[in-house]
């Protein structure tokens, strides 16, 4: 994606907000006097500010000043004290959180508020220990010593509960945002809200190296005992997530697309590790359920559930390394209770690429009304052994086995073992168990321990 879009994206995403950035540009230009106008910092939100003062104003802005010295270019970015001294010909935009020393190298430089410079967050009216109030509606209860923040909106609160702790830990507010934090130990996180966003952190969950993008609207609500070790999870507009009590996530990079709903039920396990962490990718309207106690040993796994597509994962579920399910737009993919899925499994429930007849013109495979009938159904305590791949309209019965390197395109009844490719049924009226080893029928669970039935 060039600059420019990337500008544009971002630009649209404060259109229906009550919109911070206008504030900055219209007090900008009401004071600037014809001066150059000049941004403090090169960052996203600093190009948007010149992108929306050419678009408004039809004023161009100068040039951005910045510490960080990788940034200076001596053409577009220059260091801070390029502008000392120099009020008559510069008016300077702040769009950063509130640093004393920013408002400090400002006075030292010669600049007045308002009449030479707008601070968009130097508006604090209280900052006590455990209470932060600003100009803009904004408020912060409970303990925030540590915090990095920045209210970039107005009337967001954030609500601090007694044990929360933070590290070099950063969070960017938009309108109307809340945020309730109980328990806590954040290590490293950054945390963007946007507009009318909501989190909820349940007690004692612990965050370390977190990156969670919340967009217009969205929601996210962790449970009691959450812990989410080095993910990365970002959110569209109107999506939502929801994690259960005690959930376990550790390494996970997830997308939420607009108005998708995604799910993690108490209790799951995501256990990767930080460097082949699993990836969920949930498209606009979907959803994708995870049930309780399911736990993803693998490394490198991947789940996308395109648009419009369902993916629901019964309790107890388990899997190992390599996975890759794929519910494609408008499909469904539905897998059962106690299910044991191996290494390198994958699920498919569409073709991936569209195929199309010389003769009419017609698409063959996946126009709207042929995906909505392609599904992918697993029943309950079925056992995936590796390298297998599930297809389209694949229907696997209750207690079956699919052997090693197999491939389902149809229908396995209950209660069997099915090998081959494509996969046969090639010995019925089995039943297994988790345990290894195990020497009476009795510990199979009594529910799954039946007689194959033709199937239909």
């Known amino acids: 994606m060039t600059k420019g879009k990337r500008v544009k994206r971002i630009v649209e995403s404060y259109e229906q907000a009550e919109d911070w950035i206008e504030m900055i540009i219209d007090k900008a230009c009401g004071n ?256 994708f359920e995870i049930g309780p106690e399911s736990r993803f040993y693998g490394r490198c796994g991947m789940i996308i559930v395109e648009r419009s597509a369902l993916l629901k994962i019964g309790k107890k579920f388990s899997v190992g390394d390599n996975y890759r399910f794929n519910a494609d737009e408008c499909t469904e993919i539905s897998i059962g209770e106690d299910c044991l899925f191996s290494c390198n499994v994958m699920i498919r429930s569409n073709d991936g690429h569209s195929i199309f007849d010389v003769v009419t013109g017609k698409n063959m495979n996946s126009s709207y009304e042929t995906a909505r009938s392609r599904k992918v159904m697993v029943g309950n305590h079925v056992w995936i052994g590796m390298n297998v791949v599930i297809l389209y309209n694949a229907r696997i019965e209750d207690g079956s086995i699919i052997g090693s390197m197999s491939l389902v395109k149809g229908k396995i009844p209950n209660n069997c073992i099915a090998v081959g490719i494509p996969a046969r049924v090639s010995r019925k009226n089995i039943a297994w168990s988790h345990k290894t080893g195990a020497e009476d029928i009795r510990e199979c669970e009594e529910k799954y321990v039946r007689y194959t039935e033709q199937i239909t």
């Open 32 to 287: 600037y006097r014809g001066r150059k106008i000049v941004l403090w910092g090169k960052y996203e939100i600093s190009d948007i500010i010149k992108a929306e003062l050419k678009k408004k104003y039809g004023i161009e802005a100068a040039f951005y000043i910045d510490s960080d010295a990788a940034k200076l270019d001596g053409h577009e970015v220059y260091p801070i004290e390029h502008i000392y001294g120099k009020a008559d010909e510069y008016y300077i935009v702040i769009a950063l959180s509130f640093y004393p020393s920013i408002k400090r190298c400002l006075t030292e430089g010669g600049y007045e508020p308002e009449k030479d410079y707008y601070y968009f967050s130097d508006c604090i009216i209280r900052d006590e220990p455990d209470y932060y109030e600003d100009a803009h509606g904004n408020r912060m209860t409970g303990k925030h010593q540590g915090l990095k923040f920045a209210f970039s909106g107005f009337h967001s609160v954030i609500d601090i509960g007694a044990n929360a702790s933070f590290s070099n830990t950063c969070i960017y507010i938009h309108n109307h945002a809340r945020i309730c934090m109980e328990g806590g130990a954040f290590s490293d996180c950054i945390i963007h809200l946007y507009d009318n966003a909501s989190i909820v952190i349940g007690k004692n969950g612990r965050f370390e190296k977190v990156a969670l993008s919340v967009k217009q609207s969205a929601g996210a609500r962790f449970g009691n005992g959450v812990q989410l070790t080095d993910s990365d999870i970002k959110m569209e507009s109107g999506a939502d997530l929801e994690v259960g009590k005690e959930g376990g996530i550790r390494y996970l990079s997830c997308f939420v697309g607009e108005q998708a709903e995604l799910f993690f039920h108490e209790k799951v396990l995501i256990a990767a590790d930080a460097y082949q962490r699993s990836r969920f990718w949930s498209g606009e309207h979907s959803r």
